[in-house]
């Protein structure tokens, strides 16, 4: 009779642990995991993936320049933030924050001749691209939304 009533508590044990992580998931599965991204990081993995035809003409500090403008970008968008703090605000109203990869190239080809930095578009291309592959990589963007 013992063996009866410890089966029958674990069950129920078992079945309380059970509702309440699928009740989690389940609350879960509509946020956005938060991600952290380390522009050090960044620069060094989009350096290394850039194609050698563009890696021998742009330095390290041309490739953090890059990131920064994108940075600015998203940030413009109200897409960043700092360490610890809430993203978005009021104005998110439960949507999620979109921007375009082609938003991303022209801000930062912009902000290329605006400044005369020297650096090509198609450079500027490249690096955006590397950087936004390396973002989806680590989390911080998602798919085109359709």
Not at 99 to 109: F, Q, T, W
Request: net charge negative; proline share 1%; hydrophobic share 55%.
């Amino acid at each position: 009779m013992v063996w009866l009533i410890a089966v029958l508590g674990l069950l129920l044990i078992v079945g309380i642990a059970v509702v309440a992580v699928a009740r989690v998931s389940v609350e879960l599965e509509g946020t956005i995991a938060p991600a952290l991204l380390e522009v050090d990081d960044a620069v060094e993995v989009v350096a290394e993936a850039l194609p050698y035809e563009v890696s021998a003409v742009v330095s390290h500090d041309d490739v953090q320049t890059v990131v920064g403008w994108v940075l600015e970008f998203f940030e413009e968008l109200g897409m960043s933030s700092t360490y610890g703090e809430e993203l978005g605000g009021d104005w998110v109203d439960g949507e999620r924050a979109v921007a375009d990869e082609i938003g991303a190239v022209d801000y930062a080809v912009a902000r290329s001749v605006e400044t005369d930095s020297g650096l090509d578009a198609i450079h500027v291309t490249v690096i955006v691209d590397a950087l936004v592959s390396y973002l989806r990589d680590i989390g911080a963007v998602g798919d085109e939304v359709r």
